[in-house]
């Protein structure tokens, strides 16, 4: 197997920031023949409903069904494979979701309001949303992680019916995936996935409910589609390549290290491992660490691949510096693998999720942590934050003017309303002001 070297910038270098934006640079456009394709998958669900989606599962996914109500998973196929996974397994699964409602529970809004001298109340009524879609991937891997984080803040935030969908290729039910929905409670699923599952939940077919929303992650044409029925349907985000950001001070066990950047390499070649330190000494044992460790990997290929195509380590001043790299990078996960990661968090400002200290390795948080991995990519984290319990709930503006309050407000919007054309705006306040 042929050595790997990682790319090596340094801030002080002249080219620093030109580097950076190419390293940086994924195309999260799909092309031209990936959206026909999606637009007219969406179309024929939209136009045929259930015949388009039976039609397009036995196609893409090697299946051979004749309804929908075969794809339908019931609840007792949930149930079942609860029971049948091992012991280690459920128990895992079960120890993940706890501490998600624990964490997500801090999460949850609650409608307010107050009352003004004169009696005009003013407040935010805040509702969940009826029904979310939840898309888990499936066929190469399975991830009932998914299933966790993103079900478990639409129940605390009290949505009231979660619709699973699933690609089955070869009609291969995934036993962990279809434990998790029964453990956290999603209240039908279908094995069906790509863009034709999410058109089936974005305008609903005669068998799959029409959601409100639609979340989870998926290849491109998930992606694609999730954008393009945008306004129908609300979504979580459109994501792009895993990515995590290492910030050491050259202290931390660099095969700690070495494996840190790895977990993200492992996903898929576009995803994006990046290691910032003020140790140059330190950047080479961690060179050494992964051209150790890389030959013993199960997915040697994939972490070389994404290594060497978006993979750097960066050599910066100090800490400080560091930060300002941080926050343009924005990264999905950031990892402060330094002696005082509270005084570092004080300017970090764009991150998804940070882990914080050595001992803190980001895997955790894809699992069992607490805190969701939904998490923002491609520098969108600079306006973005984690899927949370707030993603399903909506607010509601509260006004309920006393006949003091009318009379007091009417003038000011009467002056507005008038200054912009708009009489009858004007009018209607008017006939509210006290003579």
């Known amino acids: 197997m042929t050595s790997l070297t990682v790319k090596r910038l340094g801030t002080q270098d002249e080219n620093f920031w030109s580097e950076m934006d190419q390293l940086l640079a994924w195309d999260s456009v799909s092309d031209d023949q990936v959206s026909g394709a999606v637009k007219e998958i969406l179309t024929n669900v939209r136009r045929r409903g259930d015949e388009a989606v039976v039609g397009y599962t036995n196609k893409f996914d090697r299946m051979s069904v004749e309804s929908m109500a075969v794809l339908e998973i019931s609840q007792e196929s949930m149930k079942e494979a609860l029971q049948r996974i091992p012991e280690d397994e459920r128990k895992a699964l079960e120890f993940s979701t706890q501490r998600l409602f624990d964490y ?12 003004e001298a004169d009696g005009t109340m003013l407040g935010q009524k805040v509702t969940a949303l009826d029904k979310v879609g939840l898309y888990v991937p499936g066929g190469k891997a399975s991830y ?15 949505v009231r019916e979660i619709i699973m969908v699933v690609p089955t290729p070869d ?8 434990a998790a929905a029964a453990i956290v409670g999603v209240d039908r699923a279908f094995a069906i996935g790509g863009a034709q599952a999410v058109a089936a939940l974005a305008y609903g077919t005669e068998t799959v409910p029409q959601v409100d929303k639609i979340v989870g992650p998926g290849n491109i044409y998930v992606a694609t589609a999730k954008g393009m029925v945008f306004g129908t349907v609300g979504i979580d985000m459109i994501a792009g390549p895993s990515e995590i950001l290492v910030v050491c001070d050259g202290e931390t066990n660099p095969d700690w290290v070495a494996m840190d950047l790895f977990s993200q390499a492992e996903h898929d070649e576009d995803a994006q491992s990046v290691l910032l330190s003020p140790d140059a000494e330190f ?27 978006r993979g750097a380590l960066i050599h910066c001043q100090d800490l400080n510096e560091a930060a300002k790299v941080v926050n343009y990078i924005a990264p999905e996960h950031l990892e402060l693998s330094v002696g005082d990661p509270d005084e570092l968090l004080e300017n970090i400002r764009h991150a998804g999720a940070v882990f914080m ?35 399903f709930q909506k607010r509601s503006s509260l006004i309920m003017c006393s006949e003091a309050g009318a009379s007091f407000l009417g003038g000011y919007a009467s002056t507005l309303a008038r200054g912009e054309g708009l009489t009858a705006h004007a009018r209607s306040a008017e006939y509210r002001i006290k003579k």
């Open 144 to 158: 009932p992680s998914s299933v966790l984080m993103n079900a478990v803040p639409a129940k605390v935030a009290g």
């Open 357 to 391: 200290g050595r001992y803190t390795a980001e895997a955790v948080g894809d699992y069992c942590a607490g805190p969701n991995h939904v998490l923002p990519t491609s520098r969108t984290a600079r306006f973005s934050s984690p899927l949370g319990v707030y993603d």
């Open 104 to 115: 997500h529970e801090h999460q949850r809004a609650e409608s307010w309001s107050y009352t």
């Open 283 to 309: 950047l080479d044992k961690v060179q050494a660490s992964i051209d150790k460790l890389l030959p013993e990997m199960e997915r040697s290929e994939l972490i070389r691949k994404s290594l060497g195509a």
């Open 171 to 178: 009609g291969e039910l995934n036993d962990m995936v279809l």
